[in-house]
DNA sequence: TTAGTGATATCC
DNA sequence: GATATCACTAAA
């Protein structure tokens, strides 16, 4: 198991999105146990033109974060009650990054943190230098296959139908 | 299909 | 200060 550093994250969301299907995520708790769990599904984000990006509504203190550098966790709360999880890729100053959806066993992205126990306190760190939370590359290599990214009706169908999720086939 | 939940942005 | 919106989930 590598721990992915800066150079893994530092590219366009197109190319680490689907290189981070079939990575590990790992979450130490406070009482030293080590949570692990393979990702299922990422979906990517990308650029201010993107209208399902939140940088797309232009740059304030919540969407800040997507203009940092890469490997930067960006945890936000939707619908009152659900954390979502992404990392930052690409250069800072280009808003994009990439949303963690599902993992193998819990499937959808709030009960990933749930069960990753993680909230607003992991915003703004950084999946590379993080001490109780990070991504591991144990070398396993999947079957992917894309689809639309899920839950963005509001931004228009040329940006709704690009086929930037990305899932670990079964079988 | 719908309720539940609260941060965020936008409009007074 | 008020309101509308939202990268979701569970229950029915």
């Known amino acids: 198991m590598v721990r992915l550093d800066g150079t893994f994250f530092h590219r366009d969301c ?6 981070l299907v079939g990575k590990v995520i790992c979450r130490r708790l406070p009482d030293g146990t080590i949570l692990q769990e393979r990702i299922a599904e990422t ?5 201010t033109e993107d ?7 232009g740059r ?8 940092r550098e890469s490997g930067v966790i960006y945890v936000y709360l939707c619908y009152g009650m659900h954390w979502l999880m992404n990392v930052i890729t690409g250069e800072p100053e280009q808003p994009q990054g990439v949303l963690i959806r ?6 959808g992205p ?4 749930r069960y990753l126990q993680i909230d607003r306190s992991f915003n703004g760190g950084s999946f590379v230098t993080h001490p109780d939370l990070w991504i591991a590359d144990d070398g396993f290599r999947p079957a992917l296959r ?13 940006w709704k139908n ?5 899932i670990a086939d079964k079988g």
Do not use: F, N, Q
Request: hydrophobic fraction near 35%.
């Open 146 to 158: 894309t689809d639309v990214r899920v839950g963005i009706d509001y931004a228009g169908e040329y």
């Open 110 to 113: 709030a009960k990933l943190t």
């Open 102 to 107: 599902a993992g193998e066993v819990h499937s």
């Open 60 to 67: 304030t203190p919540r969407t800040e974060l997507l203009y």
């Open 51 to 57: 209208l399902a990006c939140h940088a797309s509504k």
């Open 162 to 166: 690009r086929p930037w999720r990305w």
């Open 43 to 47: 979906e990517a984000y990308r650029g």
């Open 14 to 19: 197109l190319e680490v999105a689907p290189d």
